[in-house]
Each structure stands twice: as structure tokens, then as C-alpha cells.
């Protein structure tokens, strides 16, 4: 059996996000380790993950080649930065094992499983192909997929909807303060995930 700690509350299903919680994810770092000049940095996260186009390509409205013909526009002084992190982030987005090893343990102790997480397709995809835990899951719900992201409403809905889940049962572990107020919203229990933070901090399993 798994309990929150905050409450005691028993626990039949986990919800996972991905970025920060099962995926390592840092664009700032990545640039860097890219060799990318830290005067930079600032400039390409206002074309990256702080722009209105990703939230769009999150959604699955416009595709990865509309992204990118619109960030050369929006910097084209920096043509060689932008090409070289659209091109490569992904390889620098490595899971976080003791989460995964977390992921394992809610799964062996009965819970069932789920992710539900703002991403693009592209990268989704090359996930998939990275990272075999993503197979062990019993559902999913990305943005891509249903034109929706957090902290909509509506994508709680969907998730609880679809895998009839009991909200006042149900964990959603997320790294973003917006986030975990949606889904408090929608009624599900909630974590809080500081970043490098482990979730069996806040989870307890018993036999």
C-alpha cells in the first residue's frame, strides 16, 4: 500500500510529469554544456521554452519546422545558436534514476501509473526511444496529443476522465508551483517537487 505523507492519505494512483520529476531538465545548463556563450542564454530562452510558440508546439498547434523558421526570424543574429539548440537539446535530457527507480517501487506496490506532461511531439518521441521505463506506464495524457496543458482545467479533467480515476486517491507530482495548483483544483492530491528533489520523501510503502 502507498500513503502521502502529508496526510496519510492511501494512494491507488501516481501521476507523473516528466521535466524535473523523472526527466532531468535545464535549457539554461543545457545551453552551456552546448558551448553556447552565457550572454546568450537569456536570449535563447526567450525563443525556447519562454516563447508563445513553444506553449503552441506543446499543444501540437504548429509543427517543429514552424517553430524553428520562426525563432531564425525572431534571432537572426543568432542563426548558429538557435539551429544548434533546436538540433541537439534533446540529447541533453537524461533521466533522473532514483525517480525512476521511485517509479518502479509505486508501480511494484500496486499503484497504477500515469504521465501527464506539457510536451512537444518531436521530442516526446525521441524520449520514447530513450528511455524504455516510458512503456511501463499505464496511460498517458500530453499536450501534444490533446490540443490541451497545464495548468488548463481541462487537462486534469481529462486524465481523471479517461483512466476513471478517484481524484482524493490520485498523487500528481510536478515541479511547478502553477501546475500543482491545477491540479489541487481538480482534486487531486498534489506534490510539490523541488528540483533534484525524490519522491519517495513524500510517499510512504508499506506491505
Given amino acids: 500500500m502507498i500513503y502521502l505523507n502529508e496526510d496519510r492519505t492511501p494512494i ?3 501521476i507523473f510529469d516528466l521535466g524535473n520529476v523523472l526527466l532531468d531538465y ?16 537569456d536570449r535563447l530562452l526567450k525563443v525556447f521554452p519562454e516563447s508563445e510558440d513553444w506553449t503552441r508546439l506543446d499543444m501540437g498547434l504548429i509543427s517543429d519546422d514552424e517553430f524553428l523558421s520562426n525563432a531564425l526570424y525572431k534571432e ?4 548558429r545558436e538557435v539551429i544548434l539548440y533546436h538540433k541537439h537539446w534533446y540529447d541533453y535530457f537524461k533521466a533522473i534514476p532514483k525517480n525512476v527507480v ?10 497504477k501509473t500515469y504521465i501527464l506532461s506539457n510536451f512537444q511531439e518531436t521530442c516526446f518521441r525521441v524520449m520514447q526511444e530513450h528511455n524504455v521505463f ?19 482545467p481541462e487537462i486534469y479533467q481529462l486524465i481523471i476522465e479517461k483512466y476513471r480515476l478517484d481524484p482524493a486517491h490520485s498523487v ?21 517537487l523541488p528540483v533534484s528533489g525524490s519522491v519517495l520523501d513524500y510517499l510512504t510503502i508499506e506491505d
Avoid at 535545464?26 to 542564454?41: H, K, Q, S, V, W
Avoid at 537572426?76 to 542563426?79: A, D, G, I, N
Wanted: charge should be negative; hydrophobic fraction near 40%; glycine fraction near 6%.
Fill in 172 to 192: 500528481f507530482i510536478d515541479d511547478m508551483a502553477v501546475n500543482i495548483e491545477g491540479a489541487k483544483a481538480a482534486g487531486l492530491k498534489t506534490i510539490h
Fill in 12 to 14: 491507488d494512483a501516481v
Fill in 102 to 111: 521511485a517509479f518502479y517501487q509505486v508501480k511494484e506496490a500496486g499503484a
Fill in 134 to 152: 516510458f512503456e511501463d506506464f499505464d496511460g498517458q495524457v500530453i499536450s501534444y496529443e490533446c490540443k490541451l496543458r497545464k495548468p488548463q
Fill in 76 to 79: 537572426p543574429q543568432l542563426r
Fill in 26 to 41: 535545464n535549457p539554461r545548463r543545457f545551453m552551456l554544456e552546448m558551448g553556447i556563450a552565457p550572454e546568450y542564454t
